[in-house]
């Protein structure tokens, strides 16, 4: 195995809540030869230490809430950084982006927030999303933490956090900031969070244009998971590659 700090995406180890063959493998691997990593995930309805308790459920065993970074925290952690003096937040999400502002410190308030961060929560009707909208014509600053447009439940298709938040910024004219899965912000966050540097860090994925495409642009070595399937496909070209390439999980195990 090569000896860095592994970033590696949640989906790259499961599909919904179905280990990939080899996951649990690759991961015991990791464990054995001493070899830090972190998993990072844009599933924002949930905290970390819930996503690590399904995880450790699904057989995934020893995996800390402390080696999961969420794009909420990556949200978060961006905001307190760059906006210090906004303090006023309101949100659209579940309880993890909740914690994640209290566990900061933001006033969570509808009239006035300085910050609106934006996760998914399939309870809103359009009187939600009108105010939503009406507090950003007022000045709050969108933050997405879910760039889907389309998200599967239980294997159907439905409407992602994404094209939820392309409607809001349609509506009030405002770009929202990107820190989703495939966003260089999420992957510039967790580095921080990580204490390290880009070239400390392997990027490993299977999707080239939400996993490695984003590290690439950080710096960060990345090693691609083909799954058999056309590189053609991938939209892999000359000038646009990972560094490595490997066919399943197993082959990271070696």
Request: aromatic share 10%; with cysteine.
């Amino acid at each position: 195995m090569i000896k860095k700090n592994y970033l590696i995406p949640m989906e790259v180890l499961m599909d919904e809540l179905v280990p990939v063959e080899g996951a649990k493998e690759f991961m015991e691997a990791l464990r054995y030869n001493g070899i830090p990593y972190v998993i990072i995930t844009d599933r924002s309805a949930r905290s970390r230490e819930r996503l690590a308790a399904t995880m450790n459920e699904m057989g995934f065993k020893f995996v800390r809430p402390s080696r999961i970074y969420t794009s909420v925290m990556g949200a978060v952690d961006f905001a307190v950084w760059q906006f210090p003096e906004k303090r006023r937040a309101y949100f659209i999400g579940g309880t993890g982006l909740r914690t994640t502002l209290e566990e900061v410190q933001f006033e969570i308030s509808r009239l006035s927030p300085d910050l609106l961060f934006i996760g998914m929560n399939r309870n809103m009707d359009y009187h939600d999303y009108s105010d939503a909208a009406y507090v950003v014509r007022k000045g709050a600053q969108m933050i997405s933490t879910d760039s889907r447009m389309i998200q599967y439940q239980n294997g159907d298709a439905e409407i992602g956090n994404g094209a939820i938040v392309r409607m809001l910024e349609a509506s009030t004219g405002k770009v929202a900031i990107d820190a989703g899965m495939g966003s260089d912000l999420l992957i510039m966050m967790t580095l921080r969070y990580m204490r390290v540097q880009p070239e400390d860090v392997i990027a490993i994925g299977t999707d080239f244009k939400r996993h490695i495409l984003p590290a690439a642009r950080c710096g960060i070595e990345t090693m691609f998971i083909t799954h058999g399937r056309s590189l053609m496909e991938s939209g892999i070209t000359e000038e646009l590659h990972p560094t490595y390439m490997v066919e399943d999980l197993y082959g990271l195990c070696k």
